[in-house]
């Protein structure tokens, strides 16, 4: 079993539509869960941080951690063309010199 | 120069050829950092260097071989690379090698293996 599981996609929305992007783990000890956004031939960028359980919003953006189903999402509303990319769900311990563990991605294609 | 600069962006290399990819950051950041990223696959941690001195290594083959002569440049040697070795190799860096940090990526090197 992988540590992080997410959707490859592509997934493809009308503009306008709401977006809802998932990752599941299994490692219990993650503490931090961020969203990261690559555009086509560049690098991740950072998106949305939270810690621990809860939501944060920013923007069209919100960032949902629930701990106890292990499942982290990203919901944009109002997509826009301009958000096709691949979103990377990422998570790290509270500690020590682990740096991050990322999902797959989830490529995003928002239609005009 | 600001960020975290890339080169070479894109290098075609043969199995028995031996070449280098760069890695500068401008942030002041004391943790550097290489991934390979490849296609429906996560990002896979490849080294991880905190003030120079290398803090992980995740059993990478020895025919990829960093070094981190300082806080500010990164490098990784290639040599006698394999055609599955062909991917992205993204560096990024952070103000400190904990988890819990926000990472900075350059654009990455494209790397094809012939």
């Known amino acids: 079993q992988k540590e992080v599981e997410q959707d490859p996609g592509p997934l493809s929305v009308p503009e306008g539509a709401i977006v809802s992007l998932n990752c599941t783990y299994s490692?219990?000890?993650?503490?931090?869960f961020m969203w990261y956004r690559q555009y086509s031939r560049k690098g991740p960028e950072l998106l949305m941080y939270?810690?621990?359980?809860g939501n944060k919003e920013d923007g069209r953006f919100t960032a949902q951690v629930d701990k106890s189903s292990k499942y982290i999402s990203l919901f944009i509303r109002d997509s826009q063309p301009s958000d096709s990319a691949t979103y990377l769900c990422a998570m790290s311990y509270d500690t020590g010199r682990r740096a991050l563990t990322f999902g797959s991605g989830t490529r995003l294609q928002v239609q005009p | 120069e600001t960020g975290v600069t890339q080169t070479p962006r894109h290098l075609v290399m043969g199995m028995t050829n031996k070449k280098s990819l760069k890695c500068e950051q401008h942030l002041g950041h004391n943790a550097m950092y290489w991934y390979k990223q490849s296609a429906k696959k996560p990002l896979e941690l490849m080294f991880v260097?905190?003030?120079?001195?290398?803090?992980e290594n995740n059993s990478v083959p020895s025919r990829f071989s960093p070094e981190c002569p300082n806080s500010s440049h990164l490098f990784l040697h290639l040599h006698t690379l394999q055609p599955e070795d062909s991917a992205l190799y993204l560096c990024?860096?952070?103000?400190?090698?904990?988890?819990?940090?926000?990472?900075?990526f350059g654009e990455g090197s494209r790397l094809t293996v012939l």
């Open positions: 490692n219990s000890a993650f503490q931090y």
């Open positions: 939270t810690y621990s359980s």
């Open positions: 990024a860096s952070s103000h400190n090698p904990g988890g819990g940090g926000e990472l900075f």
């Open positions: 260097y905190s003030l120079e001195e290398r803090v």
